[in-house]
């Protein structure tokens, strides 16, 4: 496993509620902001492709 896919899942990981039951009471989308947002909260975005770090902005807004 890629090391960028081992930090999104130990972020997916450490949510306070199973992300099997919450997808479905909750809008997609807005799970996947707060997942993202995590990330880059815990492990910044400097691992990111540029390419990625746009996708970044489009979700959650402007970042580093």
């Known amino acids: 496993m890629s090391p960028i896919r081992e ?3 130990k972020v997916i990981e450490s949510l ?3 992300i ?3 997808i479905l009471k ?3 989308q807005e799970i996947l ?3 993202t947002q995590k990330y ?3 492990y ?3 691992d990111l492709s540029e ?3 746009e996708y970044i902005r489009a979700l959650i807004g402007s970042q580093s």
């Open 16 to 18: 306070p509620y199973d």
């Open 26 to 28: 909750r809008d997609t």
């Open 7 to 9: 930090k999104f899942v």
């Open 33 to 35: 902001k707060e997942i």
């Open 51 to 53: 390419e990625d770090k």
């Open 44 to 46: 910044g975005v400097d």
């Open 20 to 22: 099997d039951e919450e």
């Open 40 to 42: 880059v909260d815990t």
